[in-house]
């Protein structure tokens, strides 16, 4: 009897193992055969994810990895164009950031593709890439448009059409995820204006162009910009005007990113009475639909910090 007993466990236990296995499998097959809508790298993952959620037969996938960052000297990989070969519509930031765009448009015509940069004004590297006290002629459109709040709202909308043009049946799902994740982003940006109200008119250096974005919507004045790339190197004469400015300023505040090293920052703080704070770009995270919320209210609590160690070393 008791023999019979176990068998009969341990027959339940392999068919729920096989059930189990069976469900994931179909779960597999059924993320497969929806549509992909393919993201460009991390940040309009995110807010695709977000525009998405719920859509029965959509699937966002990420081009790249999570911790791949910015996509400046980013290089296809031939199980990248096997992705977007599968893909029903490809979504960019757009602005420049994607340099293999062109590639991809030629190699896949017929790949509709979403560029979330539409009808939003940009800044350009050379408007913030300076170091002496007159600016260069203007450069490239600088990118990082998602690193300001109010822009990156447009960019969630134009993620937003550009699925529902491609997935018009899922359009009401799309309108209705959009709205309700901008009340999330606008409550936030609301709360980082009156957070930051106090850093309008602050002297910073940045350590990275795309905080220019980021700087100019909380009223900060960028007293120099630092282009940081891994083929980057300054000379000491360079180096030295910078650390020449910053004594003659007073400036005490060098925003640094966490996804790069803080070796230069951290050599000039060393020569001056300024401070190395690290921000958050936001091109690299955990899989989680608050990312960009997260990293965007880990910025404010920096900046917050900063002005008020600022203040306090000028007393």
């Not at 009969?8 to 929806?34: C, D, M, N, P, Y």
């Not at 593709?113 to 002496?132: A, F």
């Not at 990082?144 to 709040?149: F, R």
């Not at 639909?289 to 880990?298: T, V």
């Amino acid at each position: 009897m008791k023999y019979k007993t176990a068998v009969v466990v341990v027959s339940l236990a392999l068919a729920s193992t096989v059930l189990i296995g069976a469900a994931r499998g179909l779960s597999r097959r059924s993320e497969q055969q929806k549509q992909q809508a393919v993201a460009s790298f991390y940040p309009v993952y995110i807010a695709a994810m977000n525009v998405a959620e719920g859509a029965a037969d959509v699937n966002v996938v990420n081009l790249t990895q999570p911790q791949t960052g910015c996509l400046h000297d980013f290089t296809l990989r031939p199980q990248d164009m096997i992705t977007l070969e599968g893909a029903s519509l490809f979504l960019t930031n757009g602005a420049g950031m994607e340099s293999f765009l062109e590639d991809v448009v030629q190699s896949l015509p017929e790949l509709p593709v979403t560029d979330s940069s539409s009808g939003i004004s940009l800044l350009h590297t050379e408007e913030s890439l300076h170091v002496g006290d007159e600016h260069e002629e203007e450069g490239e459109e600088n990118a990082h448009i998602w690193m300001s709040p109010r822009r990156y709202e447009q960019q969630v909308r134009n993620i937003c059409a550009g699925l529902s043009e491609q997935f018009p049946q899922d359009a009401a799902l799309f309108e209705e995820n959009t709205e309700k994740y901008l009340a999330k982003v606008e409550a936030l940006r609301s709360e980082m204006a009156e957070a930051l109200s106090g850093a309008k008119g602050m002297r910073v250096i940045l350590f990275h162009d795309s905080f220019a974005y980021f700087a100019e919507e909380f009223g900060m004045e960028i007293a120099a910009a630092i282009p940081i790339e891994a083929d980057t190197a300054l000379s000491a004469g360079e180096i030295a005007q910078i650390v020449a400015k910053i004594k003659a300023t007073g400036i005490r505040v060098l925003f640094a990113e966490e996804q790069y090293s803080t070796e230069l920052a951290d050599a000039i703080a060393r020569e001056t009475e300024a401070k190395v704070y690290l921000l958050d770009t936001g091109v690299s995270g955990e899989d989680s639909p608050d990312a960009y919320l997260n990293a965007m209210r880990k910025n404010m609590e920096t900046v917050q910090r900063a002005l008020q160690e600022n203040a306090a070393a000028k007393e």
